[in-house]
């Protein structure tokens, strides 16, 4: 069980049995010299953990050995099933700070005082592939918020993209179906790009918005730490005389968005699976703690009655130029789980916990969701009392009369386990501090429609496209080509493009001429006409909104033998003012010997540290050195990948074969700079800052 060691002050000898209680205050016995005795699960000390109990040293096993039974059957049953969405996460736990009273607005406690700190725990997702899959799949990414608030938990279980592909929660079935592997061969893992996903999304021109999303750089971004995250529905706060006020929930990282580009991610999944996660707990190991802000759009019925769109369509949002979020606090992630199951695994989210003053949409989707979570929580651990263990459990005092089943921990004591009762024993409702659903006033006929104001498809689709830089538009026709080029049935591929026609002309086009097909379809029958009056929306690029800052990125520094060692000291120290990190690749992951002898460490070897695990690169190389890697495909794919991923290289003119040899001219454009120029290490920091020099992308044609 438990593995540290124990307190000294307790220490005995297994001789006499002792136990001592450990930190996390469980039993655990010990021997001389404190190193614990490995027990069964019983506590039954074990004599032999190397060899099963047999008739001889060549016999064979016997039933008897209830050390070997009781491990082996353990180890057997240590999977638990994986989420049937969201599979693939990672966690960490956090605060969140309040920064100012939203008394106005609404009665949930974690509100009403600025400064007041939640403690937090989130987990990052990607949506399709299962546990084990690559983190720079393209795809929509989770974030979901647990914040254990005086009044119980509130889950924000939301994604990196602001719309969803269905508007009625009775389709996700089928939309997830179409992603995950197709039934019959069980491939493609984690990819959209396959015939069912394209069907299935040809075939509803409801999500067109949300493809527009998945298509763009959003679905591949770089870390965790630079992603927004959308609550998506709109939910309603409610003050404590019950008014109600609309509100979006959006998670706004501090370090700025960052995207890959997608050659880089397909590279980046081969050279690092765990790319994202490893980020993220180097990230938070190093004290570098990353933080978002929880801004609010919030509206009133006048505001939702006016606004182009229904705001109960979660394939619609409000673009911020509309209505503005108001930053309300701040999420800090500060420590990794101690333990990844118990913590990661384990965490059940569930959309309907809300605390009193947080309430619901009539949402389709939300109200769908608010049945799922309870019914996937009950199936993934096994039991009700998922809420017993400590990941889930409020951090807020809490008394009811559920009890027994699978794994209770906590069992309640005394003779009254219901309520109203006449022994004056345990908690009783309170109308006052309770949750009140806000009184909405519903009536109509039991119907399954759709409503008419769910039915434009493509105007905000556009808006999208509209809003994003050239570069990123780029982006997204080259992804909906590679992902339609994947799907095997031609009538797929061209539903798709008459679909484009209604989004934007011009990428149906290019999509089009991409995928070879000569003739465009006829524009697909929309239920009303797609509008072509949305302003473009700035706030939608990741590009317009960039940091102009390099702080919580990483430079890959290639080194060679007899480097110089006050140059690499003088990029380390200003890399390091500017919040960033930089590792070193050398041709052994011994390391080299710098030109005063010094003897410099290396992260990576070549072959393990390719350029695309960094954000910029330098080549730090004497003549010889760049030589000796020119012969090294991993060295010239290193500055070949840089220079087509848009990346800033800094360069000792030691490295120029090097370059040459990579058909990189260090002439081409201001991201080369060479570290010999006066105040070439600041130049070279200043570009870094713009994180890619998109203006060679249309040049490079990846
Ligand atoms: Fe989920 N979703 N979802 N979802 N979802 C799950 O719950 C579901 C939707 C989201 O890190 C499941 O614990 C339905 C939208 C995240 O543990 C399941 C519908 C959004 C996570 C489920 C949706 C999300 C989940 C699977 C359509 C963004 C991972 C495992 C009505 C706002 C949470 C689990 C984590 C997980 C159902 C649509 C976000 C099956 C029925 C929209 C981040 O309950």
């Given amino acids: 069980m438990a593995r540290k060691p124990a307190a000294k002050s307790e220490a005995a000898t297994i001789h006499d049995q002792a136990l001592v209680r450990g930190d996390g205050g469980e039993l655990h016995q010990i021997a001389e010299g404190h190193v614990d005795i490995l027990t069964t699960a019983q506590g039954g000390p074990v004599a032999d953990d190397q060899n099963t109990l047999k008739i001889g040293a060549r016999g064979p096993t016997l039933i008897e050995d209830f050390h070997f039974r009781e491990k082996i059957f353990h180890f057997d049953h240590e999977r638990i099933p994986e989420r049937v969405v969201h599979a693939r996460g990672y966690g960490a736990h956090g605060f969140f700070e309040t920064y100012k009273s939203l008394a106005k607005y609404t009665r949930a406690d974690v509100f009403q005082r600025a400064g ?395 999509v089009a001429e991409k995928l070879g097909i000569t003739e465009l379809p006829e524009p697909a029958d929309a239920a009303i006409a797609p509008r072509k009056d949305l302003e473009p929306s700035p706030a939608l690029s990741i590009i317009e909104n960039g940091p102009n800052s390099f702080e919580g990125r990483k430079i890959g520094a290639l080194v060679s033998n007899g480097v110089d060692a006050s140059l690499l000291k003088a990029l380390q120290t200003a890399i390091e003012k500017e919040g960033a990190a930089m590792e070193v690749i050398a041709p052994k992951v011994g390391g080299v010997q710098a030109d005063d002898g010094t003897k410099i460490p290396a992260k990576h070897m070549i072959d393990g540290g390719p350029s695309v695990l960094f954000d910029a690169v330098l080549l730090l190389l004497t003549e010889e050195g760049a030589d000796l890697l020119t012969s090294e495909a991993a060295a010239r794919d290193f500055v070949a990948d840089a220079f087509a991923h848009c990346k800033f290289i800094g360069f000792t003119p030691g490295a120029v074969p090097l370059l040459a040899k990579a058909g990189v001219d260090p002439s081409s454009d201001e991201g080369l700079v060479s570290l010999t120029d006066g105040d070439a290490v600041n130049t070279y920091l200043e570009g870094c800052r713009k994180l890619r020099l998109w203006a060679r992308e249309a040049g490079v044609k990846l």
């Avoid at 993209?161 to 997830?176: G, L, S």
């Fill in 116 to 510: 007041e700190k939640t403690p937090a725990f989130v987990r990052f997702s990607t949506v399709a592939g299962s546990k084990g899959s690559f983190d720079l799949a393209r795809d929509v990414r989770g974030f979901a918020v647990k914040l254990y608030t005086k009044e119980g938990n509130w889950d924000i279980v939301g994604n990196n993209i602001p719309v969803f592909f269905i508007q009625d929660a009775i389709k996700f079935p089928d939309v997830i179906h179409s992603v995950k592997p197709e039934p019959d061969r069980e491939f493609p893992q984690a990819q959209s790009a396959h015939d069912t996903f394209w069907d299935f999304i040809s075939l509803t021109p409801e999500s067109m918005h949300m493809i527009m999303w998945v298509m763009s750089d959003r679905a591949i971004p770089r870390s965790f730490r630079f992603m927004q995250g959308f609550g998506v529905h709109t939910f309603r706060l409610v003050n404590t005389a019950d008014e109600s006020t609309f509100v979006k929930f959006i998670w706004k990282p501090k370090l700025g968005m960052q995207s890959v580009v997608w050659n880089e991610a397909v590279k980046i999944n081969g050279a690092d699976p765990d790319f994202h996660r490893r980020d993220l707990w180097t990230a938070i190991k190093s004290g570098n703690f990353p933080e978002w802000e929880l801004c609010l759009q919030l509206f009133d019925q006048e505001f939702a009655d006016n606004f182009d769109f229904d705001v109960l369509d979660p394939t619609k949002l409000i673009p911020e130029e509309i209505l503005p979020p108001i930053p309300v606090g701040r999420l800090v992630l500060d420590g990794m789980p101690d333990n990844f199951f118990a913590e990661t695994e384990q965490v059940a989210f569930m959309t309907q916990n809300v605390p009193p003053g947080i309430d619901f949409s009539n949402d389709p989707l939300l109200q769908g969701r608010n049945f799922s979570y309870l019914d996937t929580q009950l199936k993934r651990l096994g039991s009700p009392n998922f809420t017993h263990l400590p990941i889930n459990a409020p951090k807020c005092p809490f008394h009811h009369f559920q009890q027994d089943g699978h794994m209770a921990m906590r069992n309640p004591v005394g003779r009254a386990n219901y309520q109203p009762n006449s022994f004056g024993e345990g908690p009783r409702e309170s109308p006052e501090r309770g949750f009140r659903s806000f009184a909405d006033g519903e009536e109509g006929q039991k119907v399954r429609l759709r409503p008419e104001s769910f039915s434009d498809h493509y105007s905000q689709a556009g808006q999208f496209f509209n809003s994003q830089t050239p570069a990123e538009q780029r982006h997204i026709a080259m992804a909906l080509t590679f992902e339609l080029s994947k799907v095997e049935t031609p009538v797929i591929r061209e539903r798709m493009i008459a679909h484009l026609l209604n989004i934007d002309e011009g990428l149906a086009e290019t």
